[in-house]
């Protein structure tokens, strides 16, 4: 195995696409719709979002990807970037990958000044990936997380 993290790119659309669908399904049982979804992952792609995708690759092969979105906190005068849509191939799983994303975009945050640190938010049901979380130092007992969305 020969994991390189790197910046998604325009051609990796309907990849991202794929992905997001697969984890959507798994995780929250949800069918996205695939063309409004394609101009969420596009707008990201072409910088217009705000996002940055990351996707893990073995000798050629997507193994896996996550989104950064930014918040600016006021009371570090400095921004949080919140990991979203985190997604390992299925065959890829256990092996490592998300460790290797995660400690490439822990190390980007360390070397910007303007980058305070790194949240995320997780399913109360998706107890495994909780767990990898905590084991990479992370901890879910400051916040918790409340949304609305509009239909």
Known sequence: ?????????????PLI???QTEMAKET????????LLSKGVKAVLEGTAGARYYLADDEGEAAGMLMIT?????????????????????????RGIYKLLYEHIQ??????ADVRGI???VDKRNVRAQQVYESLGMTGDHYTTYEWMKE
């Open 1 to 13: 195995m020969n994991i390189i993290i790197r910046d998604a790119s325009q051609g990796d659309l």
């Open 17 to 19: 696409v794929d992905f």
């Open 28 to 35: 929250e049982s949800l069918e996205l719709d695939r063309e």
């Open 70 to 94: 930014t918040e600016w906190s006021d009371w570090r005068n400095g921004w949080v970037w919140w990991i979203q849509s985190v997604y390992i191939r299925p065959g890829f799983r256990q």
């Open 107 to 112: 190390k980007e945050v360390r070397n910007r």
């Open 119 to 121: 949240r995320l938010y």
